[in-house]
């Protein structure tokens, strides 16, 4: 295949992946306590699916479809408004913390001791962000918006990490045994492509 | 729900803000963000309240549909007045309820800092009540467009973002009738053991991400074959305007801002 062939079925691919973000999203997985959206899930899946580069660009594009008006984000909500809102620091966050998935498990390999690894410290990464933006955005305290952006989201995050990690590396085996990521057999190619 | 899928929050009406060009409508929203931080007494919050409430007119926006923007962050925004309320411990005692002791300067951040989410959540729902999601779109590939000097894939996203807003409502579909064919053969995913729910999402993904690649193939072919070959050359359907209206705005935008400049204590 061609390299702008490749590139336009990478993109189209992305958008999809987009796409398929805000649907899982919208699912939840009824886990006692605290159910689980599908949408750290589905974050975890881009990036363990389609790499760093296509990963981080289609959750970007989530983002961007989701503050254009479409419900995507979580409990069907949309806007720009969801993002400038006291929690839109977490949806910004999903943008690196997908880049590091990615990057950490092309560097490494997609086994799943390392995708929980690279969950695990994307989910950090993602509370950091919201913090940082609670605080700014409703001037708290550190300690403040520690104690109510970051702290309470500490253990289930680690339970959605696991999740993510094990969904994640299943479905990508699935993928692979299927032939269906050419994404992912040609990476260097598709590094010069774009 | 499908609709809301569609066309997203946009309402149509006729409105001077919905025949606003959206990068200007952009531009704007973009600004007040940056702008709304300046406010730090009662005078400065009060020109920005009167700022939104014009906007909200000039809209003619159904008030229930700003309403129903601020419901999804209503408890957050609670949750910060409170925090701000107990927390803060400047100014004189207005109230002391033993355990908690709430200051004046609490009482004073707390309303301020929710009426600044307020007013930045109604601005920002005023640009997706009164602006389709494809608009918006358009809208951010000319802005960017000047990115594309730097190598920046403007046109790429847009294309991209205008695919993924094609494609939703179909993969919404399709992951229902995925659903559905699995709940059929057996799977379970609203009753049973967790282990056994959690496990259910595998059978509903694989399907999903391999019909999406199918999909990808055949667009992508489809694209090829009426002459696709990237952004450059490529002419628009849909043509943007820049009106005085829009000028109009900005000016306006730009005053308020002077105000508050002169204003914040």
Known sequence: MTSDRLKLRMMIVTALFAAIIGILAQLTIPLPLVPITGQTLAIGLAATILGAKFGTLSVLLYILIGAAGIPVFAEMSAGLSVLVGPTGGFLVGFIPTAFFIGWMLEKTSFTFKNAMIANTIGMLITLSFGTSWLKVAAELSWSAAFMSGFAPFIIVGLIKAALASWVGVTVRQRLAKANLLYSVQEPRNLSKTV | ?265
């Open chain 2, 1 to 265: 729900m499908m609709e809301k899928m569609i066309i997203g929050r946009y309402v149509p009406a006729d409105s001077m803000l919905h025949r606003m060009d959206p990068r200007s409508k952009l531009i704007l929203v973009f600004l007040f963000v940056c702008v709304i931080f300046l406010a730090n007494n009662s005078w400065t919050y009060a020109i920005l309240v009167i700022y939104t409430l014009v906007m909200a007119g000039f809209s003619k926006i159904p008030a229930r549909f700003l309403i129903g923007g601020l419901k999804p962050v209503l408890w957050l925004v609670i949750f910060t007045f409170f925090l701000h309320l107990f927390l803060t411990k400047e100014g004189e005692v207005i109230l002391d309820l033993g355990l908690f002791k709430i200051y004046e300067e609490g009482l004073r951040q707390g309303i301020f800092i929710s009426l600044r989410f307020f007013l930045l959540i109604l601005i920002t729902s005023l640009l997706t009540l009164t602006t389709t999601p494809i608009e918006i779109t358009d809208g951010l590939e000319r802005l960017l467009g000047p990115l594309k000097k730097v190598k920046f894939p403007v046109h790429e996203l847009a294309l991209m973002m205008s695919i993924a807003l094609r494609f939703i409502p179909t993969l919404m579909q399709e992951t229902d009738k995925i659903m559905k064919a699995q709940t059929a053969r057996g799977v379970e995913y609203s009753s049973g053991p967790i282990k056994e729910r959690l496990k259910a999402i595998v059978p509903l993904l694989i399907p999903l991400f391999i019909s999406s690649f199918k999909r990808a193939e055949e667009l992508a072919v489809a694209m090829e074959a009426r002459g696709y070959r990237g952004g450059e050359g490529r002419t628009k359907y849909r043509q943007l305007s820049w009106s005085k209206v829009d000028t109009g705005m900005l000016l306006f935008l730009m005053a308020v801002t002077a105000l508050l400049v002169v204003f914040r204590g």
